[in-house]
């Protein structure tokens, strides 16, 4: 069964190199991880990203990651999925940087926030924390809804 999910992930990864080289000309280059190359669109880094951190390739998903925020810096969840990546490294600092970005460029995300929240206690910096856990409150407040978990 593992064999076949790994064979069914790699001809994705395939396909999406194949789409990309395909119609993309414009779009920028990229390695695929497997000694070529060919055009990317920050889409496609995204899903080879996404690829690759569920098959635990750390160094290789925050590659594709890098390269989608590159590619668009103002998008925020570029900056989250490399948060996402970086704090399975436990490389907290990165994480914390990756994901204050993310929230800079989307500062009404609950759901960067409760990590933002939860990454700062993990840190020690429990008072910073306290002050997303207030943000959250307001958002909850205004929305009718509960505090978010």
Known sequence: RRTMTTFVRRLAVAS?????????????????????????????????????????????????YQQAIDLEPDVAANHYKLFKVRNRQRKLGEALRDLTKALELDDANIEYRKQKARLLVSLGQCDMAVQDYVVLQRQAAQSGGAVPA
């Open 16 to 64: 999406l190199l194949y789409l990309a080289s395909s119609k993309d000309g414009g779009a920028a280059m990229a390695d695929d991880g497997r000694g070529g190359t060919g055009p990317m669109s920050a889409g496609k880094l995204r899903s080879l990203g996404e690829v690759a951190l569920s098959e635990r390739r750390y160094e290789e998903a925050a590659r594709y």
